[in-house]
Every structure is written in C-alpha cells, then in structure tokens.
C-alpha cells in the first residue's frame, strides 16, 4: 500500500515535468509562427524599400548613434537575461529577480529610445502615411517594438509570480519561455539592425 | 438629441431592403427564442458549465461542428441569392451593390467559417481518439482556438445587419478594399472577422503538431499511425507556415485604412499587387490545408468499408508531406495575367501540374483499396465513391487553368469558378460530410439514418454536376464571374437557369440532411458497441460517446490498424493484458477563453467603426484575461479510481 502511494506520488510528478516541457514544444513552434510573421514584413519592407515617393530615405531620417544605442542596450539585455536563467538553475530566486529587473529595465530603455526616434521622425514630417518606404519601416520595426513591450508586462507578471512562489517546475518553465521570447526578439533585432539600419545609411 | 440618435442608427443599422428586414426580424426572434427556452428550463448554469467552459476536446469539436453547419446554411443561402439573381437574364432581385456584398459573403464565409470549423470539428473530435490520448495537449488553447473563430464569425456575420457587408470579394484585393475606394465599415469587419479567427487556427495547428507529435499511445511508432493523424500533422505544419502570412497581410491592410499607410494604395509608392502576392502565398496553401484532412477521412473509410488494410500506406502519407511543401510553391498561377513573365509563369505553371503527381498517387490508392474488396455502401462510403471521380474532374480542368498562357482566356471566367467549387465540394466539402456521418456514432452515440442520407446524398451529387457542369461551359463562353446580371443577347440564359437548378437540388439535399440529424435524435439506432462499423483505428475501441477521460486504460498499439488487431487477438481467444487503473490527470474547465474571446470581439467591434476607444478597451480586456490566467496555478485535477471504474460499468465496459 505505501508502495502504491509513493508511486503515485512520483507519477503526479512526472504528469508535472512532462507538461511543463510539453508547454515549453509549443512555444518553441509559436516562434517558428512568429519567425514568418516577420519574414513577411521583412519581405514586404524589401520590396517597398525604394519606394520613397520622393520622400525621405532611409539615410536622411537615420540616427547612427540612436540605433546603435538601441542595438547595444538590446543586445546586454539579452545577455542579462541569460544571466537570470544561470541564477534560476542555481536556485537562486533574488538573483533570478534581480537579474529580470535589470533585463525589464534595458527593455524599457530600449522602447524609450525607439519612441523617441519615432517621435523625431514625425516631426521631420517622416509619417507613416507619407510614403511606402516609411510605411514599411514603422511597422516593421513597430512590430519588433510591440513584441518587446509585451514580453516586458509579461517579465513583470512573472517577478510577481516568482516572488509568491519561488522557483518551482511551473515559473522554471516560464522564465525557460521568456528568456526564450527575449532571445528571439534579439534575432530579429539583428535582422532589423542589418536590414534595415545598415543598409538604409549605407 | 432625437435627431442625432436618428442619423445615427440610418448609418449604423443597414436600411432600404426588405432582404435585411425579415433578417433583422427572424435573428431577433431566434435570439429571443434561445433567450426564453434557456431561462424557462433555467439551463443558463447548465450553458455554461457544460459548454461555453469546457476544455473537452470533444464537446469543443461538437460546438465546431454546429457553428459550420450553421455557416453552410448562410453561405448556402448567399448562394441561392446569387444563383436565382443569375437565373435569367435581367432579373432585378437583387441590384449590383447588394450582389457584390453576397458574393463577398458567401466566399468569405464557406471558407473561413464553414470549411475551417468543420475541419477542426473532426480534428477534435477524431484525432485524440485516433491516436490513443485523452485530450489534446493544450486543452485550454484549445478553447481559446475555438471561442476565437466563434467570435470572428459572429463579428462577420453581424455586418449584414449592423454598418454593412464587406463587397470587395472573398480575398479583398485592393485597391478597391483601399479607404479610397471602400470607406464604410464592411471591409474592416472582414478584416477584423477573419483576424480574430485566424489567431484561433494558428493556435489550433500548434496545438495539433504537438498533440501528434508528443501524445501517441505508447507503440504507436509514426508510421503506424492513422492515416487521418497524419493528414492533420500535414494540415497543421502549414497551417504554422501559412497563416502567419495571412495575419501580417490583413494587419498591412488595416494599418493602410486606419492609419493613412500606403502599403497597397495606388498613391505613394504603394503596390496592390503586393497584396495579391501575400494573400496567396496564406490562400495556395489554404486550400490544401483544407483538402488534405479530407484526404485523410476519404483514407479512413476506403478502409474500413472495404475491409481492407489501406493500400500503399507508405505512399500515402509521403505524397500528403510532399503535397504540404510543394503547396508553397504554386501561388502566382492565381494570377498568370499579372505579367510577372514567362520564366515565373512557367515555374508556377510546372509546380502546378507537379503538385497533381502526389494527388494522383491518392486516388489509385483508394481505388486500389476497394479493388477485391467487400465494399459495403453506406453514406460515408457513397460519398466517398462520389469523390473520385468529382475531383479527378476538377483536377483535370486545374491542370488546364495551370497552363499559363491558356489561362489568360480562363483567368476570372466561369470556368474557373466551377473549377474551384469543384474541387472544394468535390473534395473538401463531401470528405467533410463523410467524415461527419462516419463519426457521427462517436460522438453522439446513435447513427445517422442511412434512407434520408442517401436522399441527401443523391441530391447533393446530382444537383452538383447540374450547377456546375454548365458554368463550364458559360465561362468558354465568355461570361466573367461578379457579374450580376446579363443580357439576353448572349446566349448565356439556358445554362445559367440549368445551373440554378442544380444549385436548389444541393439546398433540397442540405433540406434532407437537416431531416435527417433531427430525425435520428429520436429514431436514429443507438450505438452500444462503440464500433458500429467494424472499423479499424483506435477511437472504435471504446464507448460511444467517449467518456471524459476517453480511455480508462491508455492502449498499447502493436501495428497499423491497432483496433482491427486486437480484435483478432480476441478473436484468437488471447486475453488483452490486464492493466491496473490509475488516477486520471484531467485539466480543468475555464471561463477565460470565452471571456477573452467576447474582449477580442470588443476590440474587433471598435476598430471596425474606427472607435478607437472601444478598440482600446477591448484590448486591455484580452491582456488583462492573459494576466489572469498567467497568474492561475490550480489547472488541473485527478479523477479517481473509484469514479473511473463507475464510469466504465455504467457504460457496460469492465476493467
């Protein structure tokens, strides 16, 4: 009888882990959806690059330091972020949070940045209704910007949730998922920073 | 005050036809009627405990399921519109704009809200039975997937009565979709519509490829898997690779009428063409994600009507994978005549014709299946039978549209238009309705009468070749589809009054199907077996309908066909091995995904009338309702033993 139960125990366990990695599967094919959503606006932005309908181009609304600011500031959040999941496989939940609070503070600066080259860009007279080209560009790098604001409310419900219940297979799983999420959103960064920044100065 | 309420409603409600009033007055009365009985037999708890919470992969397929049939007697009911308008020359039934608004709706809705649904009704209700699981592997997704297409649906379907239907055809193409040509609400409800239920399907492949992947029954190696498992681990990878596609060309469109962008505008540096580009780069693969689990059902019931094993199981699902990437690699032969030149046509044009190799594969297989069979012919099999030839048509006539310098006498013809109604009914369509009379004991527990199938079914095929063998032959004939009307000096009013005819014989066989379901509620013959067929694959090994928890005891699979060899194993008089029972692990119902779903409608409500404030609040309700369930940690319960054990007595099973 004691037999039975601590088998039974032992399999609730299990039911736990396997879900939880089951859950963590499906968010990796999520990104693969999240992939191609981009490639589409990667491929729409390619096409309607020259289409400036002799408004601004990319070189004369550009910001070398801004965008290299932003690249920089993504790039170590990203790194911090891996600095937390070392802390969460130490089992060191302060380490864990703080390390969340560094990388949810660098996201946040990396959204002022990107308003603030927005906000310029208007004011030039730089709108998304003013051209194709510009059109392109503000949702593409919009979207990336709208995925990085997400995954930031997101960090935050997950400190609340590790403050109340520590590391436990649950929040491991999560903060597996939302380093994950950050770690792509760099990827695509990369794309963008290329793409679209490089090659529009150049 | 009382005036501005006045000019308000004249914009708001749609006004001036008879048509929309006796709609506005029948949709009143059955909101009321289900208001009233629902309150009367106090079932409002029972609604939503049992239903608009559940997580049961099953009831969420049978809630699939009613939503499509009620889509195909709306969009049925389009088509009757349109066809009695075409039926002589210079009828004036319905005038040029309200015909637009039909043909944009009949489209839109057969293929998102009727084909779509219906497809995940059976993947819900068939696919964790086939495969030896008790649910799917998000259940909570799962209903969310599902509450979304509810809500789009319902969001598209309003429009006919509330701010005015889309009108710009069942792809939108701009320019004409553009504020420049289309200002009113009805292009944004179709965006809206379709963007909230497309979130659903994206969700409901992943959902699916995991399920397949990750939940078989212990034994059950890939290549012994069902081959309607594996038409939907096909369906669902491109529905991950497509409909992302889909969600970033309808937000394009959206942000060029809200915002004054320019992606698909004639003027500043936009490309209209870049549209179509990307909408059939979603819409190629769309229709093989719909037809290929139709393949699937059409493999089932050969097999198990012939008493055969499949032939060429291999093949089978080699040409299904082969099919699934090659269906990314066709989509410019919707459009030859946009002048992309000859080298891209003629690649387009080959990887058309190629794509019909696997298709080909297919039917011999089937047809070598029956071949020395004991074929019996009930419904699921007539329709099956119905198929093979109806598609061998319609893919012969897509070959002749897939030479590219032939189709710029096709292209936009009526030849197309019974082309392609040929292979989505011929195909799509009739597998899902075999597939809905074959399952049909699994999940209700009782059979469709067989009389009234075959009433049904002789009226939908006849009435099919009749509707749609003439349209051939007006489009050699010179007539274009959207035209709302014709002259008598063309020749064209003897095959079009033929071709009404037949689109009625289809809405008498629907006639005969509705008879049918409602006749077998009472009479139908109940199934105490759980394999009224003596059919093959797992989900026949157990009650009908499945318990909760599906299988009592997870099966051990020893082949293809697992459910056919166990029971020549019993037959054999070997014992099955006596497993012990276990606690159950089950997840838990959950009010969120309705919830979340009627916020996504909010937002999709207040966007579509550009009342940005409405739109916002809808939104911050769904971020709110992801907060909430983030936040929720007791997701899941055991059933017990002893309940697992009562469960399967009451049903007659003992273990």
Not at chain 2, 7 to 34: K, M, W
Not at chain 2, 162 to 179: D, F, R, V
Not at chain 2, 338 to 348: I, L
Request: glycine share 10%.
């Amino acid at each position: 009888m004691e037999h039975a139960v601590t088998h039974h125990a032992h399999d609730h366990h299990d039911h736990h882990e396997e879900h939880e990695q089951l859950k963590v599967l499906g968010f990796w094919i999520f990104l693969v959806t999240d992939c191609i959503l981009f490639a589409t606006l990667f491929a729409t932005y390619v096409v309607l690059r020259t289409h400036t309908d002799g408004g601004p181009i990319g070189k004369e609304i550009f910001e070398v330091p801004g965008f290299v600011a932003e690249t920089f500031i993504l790039l170590t959040s990203s790194f911090t972020s891996g600095l937390a999941t070392l802390a969460m496989h130490k089992g060191n939940v302060k380490g864990l949070i703080g390390w969340l609070i560094v990388t949810a503070a660098l996201g946040l600066g990396f959204i002022g940045l990107e308003i603030s080259e927005f906000a310029n860009m208007v004011q030039e007279g730089a709108t998304i209704s003013r051209s194709a080209f510009l059109s392109a560009f503000f949702t593409l790098v919009g979207t990336h910007g709208l995925h990085v604001s997400v995954g930031l409310l997101w960090m935050i419900g997950l400190m609340v949730q590790l403050g109340r219940y520590g590391i436990t297979t649950v929040t491991k799983r999560k903060i597996t998922t939302i380093s994950l999420y950050w770690h792509f959103l760099d990827v695509v960064w990369i794309f963008l920073f290329t793409v679209v920044y490089l090659m529009g100065v150049m | 005050m009382l005036e501005s309420i006045k000019e308000f409603a004249s914009t708001f409600f749609v006004t001036g036809d008879p048509l929309i009033y006796g709609a506005d007055v029948s949709i009143a009365l059955t909101s009321l009627a289900i208001l009233f009985v629902l309150t009367y037999y106090k079932k409002w708890g029972w609604l939503w405990r049992e239903w608009l919470t559940t997580v049961d992969h099953k009831k969420i397929g049978i809630m699939y399921l009613i939503a499509s049939l009620l889509m195909l007697f709306r969009g049925g009911v389009d088509a009757l519109l349109m066809r009695a308008q075409l039926a002589l020359p210079g009828v004036e039934f319905l005038h040029a704009e309200h015909y637009n608004e039909i043909f944009t709706t009949h489209g839109t809705i057969m293929i998102f809200f009727m084909a779509m649904p219906m497809m995940f009704a059976l993947f819900n209700i068939v696919v964790p039975l086939q495969i030896g699981a008790r649910d799917v592997a998000y259940p909570f997704l799962n209903a969310v997937s599902f509450w979304l297409f509810m809500m789009g649906a319902m969001l598209f379907n309003i429009s006919f009565v509330i701010g005015g239907s889309p009108n710009a055809g069942w792809l939108s193409y701009p320019p004409l979709s553009e504020m420049s040509h289309n200002p009113g609400p009805g292009q944004n409800f179709y965006i809206w519509g379709i963007q909230i239920s497309g979130i659903g399907s994206l969700a409901t492949g992943i959902n699916f490829l995991v399920t397949i992947l990750k939940m078989r029954a212990p034994g059950m190696k890939l290549m012994k898997m069902p081959l309607f498992s594996w038409s939907v681990l096909s369906s669902s990878i491109m529905i991950i690779f497509a409909f992302p596609i889909l969600t970033v060309t309808l937000a394009l469109l959206f942000i060029d009428r809200y915002f004054g962008a320019h992606f698909f505008t004639m003027t500043q540096g936009g490309n209209p063409m870049m549209y179509v580009n990307l909408i059939w780069m979603w819409g190629h693969p769309e229709v093989y994600i719909l037809v290929i689990p139709a393949f699937g059902v059409f493999s089932e019931i050969v097999a198990t009507f012939s008493k055969k094993r499949i032939f060429g199981y291999k093949s089978m699902v080699f040409s299904m994978m082969i099919i699934s990437v090659m269906s990314f690699f066709t989509w410019v032969h919707h459009f030859f005549t946009m002048g992309a030149g000859a080298d891209v046509n003629a690649f387009f044009a080959v990887s058309t014709m190629a794509i019909g190799i696997p298709t080909g594969v297919k039917i011999f297989n089937w047809l070598f299946t029956m071949f020395r069979g004991r074929i019996q012919m009930k419904t699921p099999m007539l329709w099956t039978i119905a198929f093979v030839p109806c598609f061998v048509i319609g893919g012969a006539t897509g070959v002749m549209l897939a030479v590219a310098p032939a189709d710029y006498q096709y292209h936009n013809s009526y030849f197309l238009i019974a082309h392609f109604h040929q292979v989505i009914i011929g195909g799509v369509v009739f597998g899902y309705l075999a597939g809905i009379y074959y399952w049909w004991p699994k999940m209700f527990g009782f059979s469709l009468n067989e009389k009234l199938g075959k009433w049904a079914f002789w009226f939908w095929n006849i009435g099919f070749y009749v509707c749609f063998m003439p349209q051939y032959a007006l489009g050699f004939m010179g007539m274009t589809r959207r035209v709302y009307t014709y002259g008598w000096d063309l020749g064209w009013a003897p095959l079009n009054i033929i071709s009404s005819i037949g689109a009625l014989l289809m809405g008498i066989g629907f006639i005969f199907q509705v008879w049918q379901i409602s006749y077998s509620i009472k009479h139908g013959e109940r199934d105490k077996t759980g394999d009224p067929w003596n059919a093959r694959t797992l989900e026949w090994s157990i009650p009908s309908p499945a318990p909760l928890y599906n299988f009592a005891i997870v099966p051990e699979v020893k082949g293809q066909d697992a459910w056919w060899i166990m029971k020549e194993e019993m037959k054999n008089g070997e014992e099955p091995k006596k497993a012990e029972l276990e606690p159950i692990h089950m997840p838990k119902n959950s009010g969120i995904p309705f919830i979340m779903s009627v916020f996504w409608f909010i937002a999709g409500f207040g966007f579509t009338f550009t009342w940005t404030w409405m739109g916002v609040v809808g939104l911050i309700g769904v971020g709110l309702c992801l907060f909430a369930r983030s936040f929720q940690y007791d997701t899941d319960y055991y059933i017990p033993v002893d309940e697992v054990k009562r469960t399967e007595a009451s049903l007659g099973r003992v273990v």
